[in-house]
T-cell receptor, first 119, second 114 residues
Framework: AQKITQTQPGMFVQEKEAVTLDCTYD???????LFWYKQPSSGEMIFLIY??????QNATEGRYSLNFQKARKSANLVISASQLGDSAMYFC????????????????FGDGTTLTVKP | DTGVSQDPRHKITKRGQNVTFRCDPI?????LYWYRQTLGQGPEFLTY????????KSRLLSDRFSAERPKGSFSTLEIQRTEQGDSAMYLC????????????FGPGTRLTVL
């Protein structure tokens, strides 16, 4: 079963506007972590933001914020004031409670959303 | 701190040949991960080391694949008798601290099997 679902294969946004990238996840664990990564055309995965399942507040990192709705099992990424350099592939990933307790930490990734910022 | 490095960045080989990739994690990181990414998909977990111990292997890792981290520092991933289906980007990541800590990725090795 797909554990991370990103339903938007591609998204377009005008420069300086905000954009939301969707991510839903599936887990039966109470303890888990959610991550967003950016992958530009060069191929390197760049960490953007992290949300723990017990965190009461939504995570923010500069222009990135994570809209965490635990009951709906969604962890959408919001990018404010889009820049041309934001054009890239964006991946949502999860590490589940079992991995937390055993310190394994392997991540399960979605299939990504390609974001294109238009000037 | 130079980040995670991988070598080579690109590898083209003929079917049936063996290939070996190297990953150098961030120096103080004790955990090292290998992932495989095919075009249009997210990375898939292959295997994980904590120090020199290989603690977990994915079912994706067939017996043609072997990974080592002999001194708990750099790691190698070897693919024997390569097949065209092995063509992919092989990503290495490292982390330190709690399991939910961020994994930092290297630039990847792109393998093309002809």
């Amino acid at each position: 079963a797909q554990k991370i679902t990103q339903t938007q294969p591609g998204m377009f946004v005008q420069e300086k506007e905000a954009v939301t990238l969707d991510c839903t996840y599936d887990t039966s664990d109470q303890s888990y972590g959610l991550f967003w990564y950016k992958q530009p055309s060069s191929g390197e995965m760049i960490f953007l933001i992290y949300q723990g399942s017990y965190d009461e507040q939504n995570a923010t990192e500069g222009r990135y914020s994570l809209n965490f709705q635990k009951a709906r099992k969604s962890a959408n990424l919001v990018i404010s004031a889009s820049q041309l350099g934001d054009s890239a592939m964006y991946f949502c990933a999860m590490r589940e409670g079992q991995a937390v307790y055993t310190n394994a930490g392997k991540s399960t990734f979605g299939d990504g959303t390609t974001l294109t910022v238009k000037p | 701190d130079t980040g995670v490095s991988q070598d080579p960045r690109h590898k083209i080989t003929k079917r049936g040949q063996n290939v070996t990739f190297r990953c150098d994690p961030i120096s103080e990181h004790n955990r090292l991960y290998w992932y495989r990414q095919t075009l249009g998909q997210g990375p898939e977990f292959l295997t994980y080391f904590q120090n020199e111990a290989q603690l977990e292997k994915s079912r994706l890792l067939s017996d043609r694949f072997s990974a080592e981290r002999p001194k708990g520092s750099f790691s190698t991933l070897e693919i024997q008798r390569t097949e065209q289906g092995d063509s992919a980007m092989y990503l290495c990541a490292s982390s330190f601290g709690p399991a939910t800590d961020t994994q930092y990725f290297g630039p990847g090795t792109r393998l093309t099997v002809l």
